[in-house]
């Protein structure tokens, strides 16, 4: 079968998907190259019931499309590494703070200096459970023989969602504001699900060589 894609407008096309989806990253970079490639990978978007959350996507149902503006937020960097049983891989994304301003409503909050976030995801490569060998964190640097360990307590989450989640509120709670928004947790949950373990982003900026 084909799935359908409706627009806001309520036209409908049809791209050469069946479920389940088994690959986000597949799926929307077929969308981009196939029908926008004008556009940021990430600025598309897919919503199954109202949510993005495209798991249960089941026959004769269909995906709504929108297309965003682009993020303030930019992936920036990857960065793998074997140690021991374990396979570590580091994302890096910059973001703004939430008190200087909405940077959408006002640009010149482009202008400051970013932050950023470390995304951190630990598999264990003797785990057979898909569900089991892969935990998240965030902000922890786990590569100890080139940086000096944290003095805080790293915690691991089952899903990047509970990561981030931990992140935002204890990042906040130290900044005594909200510093780090929901819409910035959003964006960036969308930036690592279609580029983390990818080079899309070095395409995107023409630094990507295949030799």
């Known amino acids: 079968m084909t799935l359908w894609i409706k627009l806001l407008s309520g036209d409908l096309f049809s791209i050469p998907f069946s479920p389940p989806i088994t690959s ?120 100890k023989e080139l940086y000096p360990p944290s003095r805080e307590e790293t915690i691991w989450h089952s899903t990047l969602e509970e990561a981030f989640q931990h992140y935002r509120e204890h990042w906040n709670k130290k900044q005594n504001g909200d510093s780090f928004t929901e819409l910035t947790m959003k964006h960036m949950i969308h930036l690592w699900n279609l580029y983390q373990g990818t080079n899309y982003h070095l395409i995107e900026k023409e630094r990507y060589y295949d030799y």
């Open 24 to 143: 986000l990253q597949k799926l929307y970079l077929y969308l981009h190259t196939h029908h926008y490639p004008n556009i940021k990978l990430y600025q598309i978007h897919l919503f199954h019931n109202g949510t993005t959350d495209l798991s249960e996507v089941k026959e004769d149902d269909m995906l709504d499309l929108f297309i965003s503006e682009p993020y303030a937020e930019k992936w920036v960097n990857d960065f793998s590494q074997n140690e021991g049983n374990y396979h570590f891989h580091q994302s890096g994304i910059t973001w703004y703070d939430g008190r200087w301003g909405d940077p959408y409503e006002d640009p010149s909050v482009l202008k400051r200096t970013s932050l950023t976030a470390y995304i951190h995801v630990r598999e264990n490569t003797l785990e057979e459970d898909d569900t089991k060998k892969k935990h998240y964190t965030i902000n922890h640097n786990f590569f």
